[in-house]
């Protein structure tokens, strides 16, 4: 029987790109989705028209936080992976709408907790993000530094539904993978995203705003990177052997549960990012230089040696290559 794979968020971002590379590797696909309009619906509907063309692709439009709607979708499509995309994304709408942010990232994540409970599911994935390494100094992150320092509400929120997720793995051995996502860009990226908000307003001819004056830096990773990374993941399922460990491995000890960074390790300046815009683009940008917000990280890289002992995980893209993939396609769609 084909592997059947369940994927919340399936419109969104990586959720398209996830859902894509399972049903390319002609495996069984179902997505689910709220269509939310936290950005442009219209990019979730041509993502989804996309998925809609394979035959092994379902979908569902529903709500995590609505136990119901989610319970009966599992139960009847019967997966053994869940790949747990779907959340509120976004530090900045965290300071503004805290709420939905609990009731999609804590509720949410928890219904998914209990169905791969009940349902048994064979391995569990789910998204967390490089910022809930908030205030931390250590470069690298690694996956055993400690995490106790968020600094925005959004990466408060996934770091609880990591803690969630260890309880329910430890008190019903529930087979779980958390992905710390490091600034995931490309193709069909997400519109409320820095490279996106300036590319559209380089075009325009319109100011861009830099916070902490562009003493700003990320570890950017292109989404095949990442696809590449979670299909590689799936079939490697966290099991408590004792003595069988990675070096620096986060596996729990109690549990069948293990934290991994998914990122490009390299740290690109801010200000470097919007230097490789504005030459493919062949426009310079008008910048408006600004103080650091709030919730913001200053910096972000990523160990990712954990991922890739364990699956040879190897991020390929370089950051001027995936910019100019992602402009293409930006000129193209926006045309
Ligand atoms: N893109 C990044 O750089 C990045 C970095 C770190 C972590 N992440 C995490 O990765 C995951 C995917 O992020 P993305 O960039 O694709 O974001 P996205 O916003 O493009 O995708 C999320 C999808 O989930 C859906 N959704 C939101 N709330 C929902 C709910 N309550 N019920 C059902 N569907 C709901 C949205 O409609 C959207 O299509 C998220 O968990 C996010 O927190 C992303």
Do not use: C
């Not at 035959?55 to 119901?68: A, D, M």
């Not at 809930?132 to 106790?148: C, S």
């Not at 902490?212 to 099991?239: A, E, F, Q």
């Not at 990012?273 to 919730?295: D, S």
């Amino acid at each position: 029987m084909k592997t059947k794979i369940f994927i919340t968020g399936s419109s969104g971002f990586i959720g398209f790109h996830v859902a894509k590379k399972y049903l390319d590797k002609g495996l069984k696909v179902h997505g689910l989705d709220s269509m939310n309009n936290y950005y442009d619906v219209n990019l979730k509907r041509s993502r989804l028209k996309i998925l809609n063309k394979y035959k092994n692709f379902s979908f569902t439009k529903g709500n995590i936080t609505n136990y119901k709607i989610l319970s009966k979708t599992v139960s009847k499509f019967k997966p053994s992976i869940i790949i747990h995309l779907a959340a509120q994304a976004g530090v900045r709408y965290s300071i503004e709408n805290p709420k939905v942010y609990l009731e999609s990232n804590i509720i949410g994540s928890y219904h998914i907790l209990e169905i791969a409970k009940k349902m048994k599911i064979k391995h569990l994935i789910m998204a967390s993000s490089s910022s809930i390494y908030g205030a931390n100094k250590r470069f690298p992150f690694r996956e055993i530094d400690r995490t106790d320092h968020q600094i925005s509400f959004y990466a408060a929120t996934k770091k609880s539904s990591e803690s969630l997720a260890h309880s329910y793995s430890n008190l019903w051995n529930l087979p779980i993978t958390i992905l710390r996502f490091f600034t995931v860009y490309g193709p069909w990226g997400r519109p409320d995203m820095a490279y996106f908000k300036f590319t559209k307003n380089i075009l325009r001819g319109k100011k861009i705003e830099i916070f902490n004056k562009g003493k700003m830096y990320r570890d950017y990773t292109y989404i095949d990177d990442i696809t590449d990374g979670v299909y590689k993941l799936s079939s490697k399922i966290p099991k408590i052997k004792k003595n069988k460990r990675f070096k620096n491995d986060s596996l729990s000890h109690v549990a069948p549960i293990r934290i991994l960074n998914i990122g490009n390790t390299k740290r690109i300046n801010l200000l470097d990012f919007i230097y490789t815009l504005e030459k493919i683009l062949g426009k310079k940008a008008k910048k408006k230089f600004m103080p650091m917000q709030k919730g913001d990280v200053q910096s972000t890289l990523s160990d990712t040696s954990l991922l890739r002992r364990i699956t040879g995980y190897n991020p390929k893209t370089k950051y001027q290559e995936g910019i100019k993939k992602f402009l293409n396609w930006y000129l193209n769609y926006y045309n």
